[in-house]
């Protein structure tokens, strides 16, 4: 497909599904890091909701509330078991209620790309499900990993099984636990992991079944470079994401991992980067900013793992652009709770700028420099 330009009048096929993307109000909390998991963590966001809603976040990302082999949750097992690393059902319950009273969405973290199996079955894999709820045999993982289930509709998430999106009796019982998540337990937005796993239609078929008010998706894969270093033009990365939301039929969102790649290189004194060929800022947002979900760090890229982390000198420079420009920005647990209440306060005085100056996903941006040492733009009208 190629250049994206949005409107107010965007056709978004279910409303109250794109209501919130429509509004272009929305601002982000990663709520959550590597390590939360060791924290008691359900007990100590509790305590910090009246500050979230103060500080003007829309929508707090949780992490994945089920049942898990690994501690941090992204290696799900017993979907429907709410009592994880993070803290009991009750607490987190709790704490779903208490955001809502505050006007902060919750949003869960949706682990469907691999499952991990409780019992041996084909090839002496772990790929039946036995002894708990979604009970699924061999059929439902991938031929690619070990099952009797069809090949993978994406890439490989390598070491465990992943399941195969193409059978029915897979959809209609995920749609169901999506339903669940959203009805019973009361979470109203949703992130879908590693959605290079599996087919973006399958993502639309859940948005639609279970209608939760905000999605967005991590769609992550390298950006260009020419040998180590980052190429200017990152216009086929970009296509590459505006592909992915192009197949949920534009119902998700998606992580501007573009914009992230770009920003971080410019912040050491290559601003030049912040424009690209056609005059408009060079990651997602600058061609489909009501999907483009800016940030610049996250619990992969930053915190203790690190695998790609935004330079630490310059983390206000990053906020500082992510939060005047278009695009749907959200704000890393560490920076804003763990770095010091100058940094918590610096953050939050921009959300309130974005918010007076009535900046939202689709604000109008005039680049004026994009130098090396010098970036300036006009956003909206004012």
Not at 226 to 246: E, P, T
Request: proline letters at 4%.
């Amino acid at each position: 497909m190629g250049y994206r330009c949005d409107s107010m009048n965007e056709n978004v096929q279910q409303t109250d599904i794109g209501a919130a993307i429509r509004s272009g109000k929305e601002i982000l909390l990663q709520a959550f890091n590597w390590e939360s998991h060791k924290y008691d963590w359900w007990r100590n966001l509790d305590g910090k909701v009246p500050d979230i809603a103060k500080s003007g976040f829309t929508s707090a990302w949780l992490p994945p509330a089920s049942q898990s082999f690994s501690s941090e949750g992204y290696l799900p097992q017993n979907l429907y078991s709410l009592n994880s690393a993070y803290g009991s059902e009750n607490l987190l319950k709790a704490l779903l209620q208490k955001l809502k009273q505050h006007e902060v969405r919750p949003m869960a973290d949706i682990v469907i790309n691999h499952r991990v199996g409780t019992t041996r079955g084909h090839g002496g894999m772990y790929n039946r499900y036995d002894g708990i709820p979604l009970s699924w045999d061999e059929h439902a993982v991938t031929s690619c990993t070990g099952g009797l289930g069809n090949r993978s509709t994406g890439d490989n998430f390598h070491g465990v099984p992943n399941i195969d999106h193409t059978q029915q009796f897979v959809q209609e019982d995920l749609t169901k636990w999506l339903q669940w998540l959203r009805n019973s337990v009361g979470f109203q937005d949703f992130r879908f992991d590693f959605v290079r796993g599996y087919s973006p239609k399958y993502v639309k078929q859940y948005i639609e079944g279970a209608r939760p008010i905000f999605s967005v998706g991590e769609y992550w894969d390298s950006c260009n470079y020419d040998g180590s270093r980052l190429a200017y033009n990152q216009d086929s990365h970009r296509q590459r994401i505006i592909n992915w939301i192009d197949g949920t039929g534009q119902l998700s969102t998606a992580f501007d991992f573009t914009t992230k790649g770009i920003l971080q290189e410019a912040v050491k004194g290559e601003f030049w980067r912040l424009r690209d060929a056609q005059g408009n800022p060079p990651g997602l947002m600058g061609w489909w900013p009501s999907r483009a979900v800016t940030f610049i760090d996250n619990h992969d890229t930053g915190s203790t793992q690190a695998h790609w982390p935004f330079p630490a000198h310059h983390i206000l420079e990053g906020y500082a652009y992510i939060l005047t420009h278009p695009g749907i920005p959200t704000v890393f647990y560490d920076h804003i709770y763990d770095w010091g209440t100058s940094i918590h306060d610096q953050i939050v005085k921009l959300i309130h700028i974005r918010k007076q100056q009535d900046v939202q996903s689709r604000s109008s941006i005039r680049i004026l420099e994009a130098q090396p040492n010098l970036y300036s733009a006009i956003i909206g009208r004012r």
